[in-house]
């Protein structure tokens, strides 16, 4: 459950958002709402999402103000953002991508469409979660088939195993905290003590480096893990 996509609804109309997260949720996603600009603000603060739904017209802060903070941010800068919005004037279009969204809907829209654009987002910033065949130098890994391979031979990985490397191998050189893993690939409501992801990243090592090759995750003191 922990590599499901995360993402966030902020729409201040109750029944939009009743019909959005039953429809990410049957999408396979896990679904957080928020119900108007600065709840959506302390939902991506306490849970950051894979790729956020907002709404442009809130009462309090509207969805233009709530991109624009979250875009400065360095945080948060890297999360796609759907902009939601009646507004079919392209100077609002304009708008709403000039502020930072990635992608601008117009109401009244097709479900289906916008479940297409939540899932084109996750192919740039979770690849895994929708079938990509993910690679970083000889390694190879194929979310769909749960089959890793490293220079074409076969690498036999466990369940955690694969979901740190697949979570790895979606950001290469990023570094990861033991609690950004934790989180990640076992999930936010499971409690696990940061020394088992030692435990695991060390059986990761093992089955990578048992193909041959350099060992090609890098232990960054003091902060965590990263792959190259």
Same mark, same amino acid.
């Given at each position: 459950? +922990?590599?499901?996509?995360?993402i966030?609804?902020? !729409?201040? !109309?109750a029944? /939009?958002?009743?019909?959005?997260?039953y429809?990410?949720q049957a999408?396979?996603?896990r679904v957080?709402?928020?119900e108007?600009?600065? +709840?959506?603000?302390?939902?991506?603060a306490?849970?950051p999402?894979?790729v956020?739904?907002?709404d442009?017209?809130?009462?309090?802060l509207?969805?233009?103000?709530?991109?624009?903070?979250? #875009?400065?941010?360095?945080e948060?800068r890297?999360?796609?953002?759907?902009?939601?919005?009646?507004?079919?004037?392209?100077?609002?279009?304009?708008?709403?991508?000039? %502020?930072?969204? !990635?992608?601008?809907?117009v #109401?009244p829209?097709?479900v289906?469409?916008l479940?297409?654009?939540?899932r084109? /987002?996750? @192919?740039r910033v979770?690849?895994?979660t929708?079938g /990509?065949?993910?690679a970083?130098g000889?390694?190879?890994?194929d979310?769909e088939?749960?089959?890793?391979?490293r220079?074409?031979?076969?690498?036999k990985?466990g369940? %955690?195993e694969?979901?740190?490397?697949a979570?790895?191998? !979606? #950001?290469?050189? @990023?570094?990861w905290?033991?609690e950004?893993?934790?989180?990640r690939?076992?999930?936010?409501?499971?409690y696990?003590?940061?020394? %088992?992801?030692?435990?695991?990243?060390?059986r990761l @090592? #093992?089955a990578?480096? /048992?193909a041959?090759?350099?060992?090609?995750?890098? %232990?960054?003191?003091?902060?965590?893990?990263?792959?190259?």
């Amino acid at each position: 459950m +922990a590599q499901q996509p995360h993402i966030l609804v902020v !729409e201040d !109309e109750a029944a /939009q958002r009743e019909i959005l997260a039953y429809n990410l949720q049957a999408e396979g996603f896990r679904v957080s709402c928020a119900e108007d600009g600065e +709840a959506g603000l302390l939902a991506v603060a306490e849970d950051p999402p894979d790729v956020i739904v907002l709404d442009w017209m809130m009462p309090h802060l509207s969805g233009i103000e709530v991109c624009r903070q979250l #875009k400065i941010r360095s945080e948060t800068r890297s999360i796609p953002i759907i902009m939601l919005s009646a507004r079919s004037e392209d100077i609002d279009k304009v708008r709403g991508l000039e %502020t930072g969204a !990635e992608d601008y809907v117009v #109401k009244p829209y097709s479900v289906a469409e916008l479940m297409a654009r939540v899932r084109a /987002q996750l @192919r740039r910033v979770r690849p895994a979660t929708v079938g /990509q065949v993910l690679a970083y130098g000889d390694i190879a890994l194929d979310a769909e088939t749960h089959r890793v391979t490293r220079a074409d031979a076969e690498v036999k990985l466990g369940p %955690t195993e694969f979901r740190l490397l697949a979570t790895f191998m !979606e #950001k290469p050189g @990023r570094v990861w905290s033991r609690e950004a893993l934790l989180d990640r690939v076992w999930g936010r409501d499971v409690y696990v003590d940061t020394r %088992t992801v030692d435990v695991h990243v060390g059986r990761l @090592r #093992k089955a990578l480096s /048992q193909a041959g090759g350099d060992d090609p995750l890098r %232990t960054v003191r003091g902060a965590g893990y990263a792959l190259g």
